[in-house]
């Protein structure tokens, strides 16, 4: 039900945008939570985006780097990254979230629906 793409390989410094379409559920009704995983380590919530759109969150590596959007009309979660370090290396997903009001949990447990992972490669 969700699909992510937009991975790749990039210089450290460059950009790259994923993207993440929706089919059976409108991305209105959820909250959208991008997480990255890298192994050994568990997943972590990136940045997300509440259900209103309102709100967002990202934790503090990639603040004033990573962008989270969305385009309501296609359906589509962005996650646009900018300044991209080695350190950002990693498998990408996008994660939809029931959220009754528009909190963004932090917790992977706590989405239901998971998009296939994309692959980020920064290279030093």
């Known amino acids: 039900q969700l699909q992510a793409c937009g991975g790749g390989l990039v210089q450290a410094g460059g950009s790259l945008r994923l993207s993440c379409a929706a089919s059976?559920?409108?991305?209105?009704?959820?909250?959208t939570g991008w997480f990255r995983q890298v192994p050994g380590k568990e997943r972590e919530l990136v940045g997300g985006i509440s259900r209103s759109g309102q709100r967002t969150y990202y934790i503090a590596s990639v603040k004033g780097r990573f962008t989270v959007s969305r385009d309501i009309a296609k359906n589509t979660v962005f996650l646009q990254m900018n300044s991209l370090k080695p350190e950002d290396t990693a498998v990408y997903y996008c994660a939809a979230s029931i959220v009754s009001n528009d909190y963004i949990p932090i917790l992977s447990a706590s989405y239901e629906y998971w998009g296939q992972g994309t692959h980020v490669t920064v290279s030093s």
């Open positions: 059976g559920h409108t991305f209105s009704n959820h909250c």
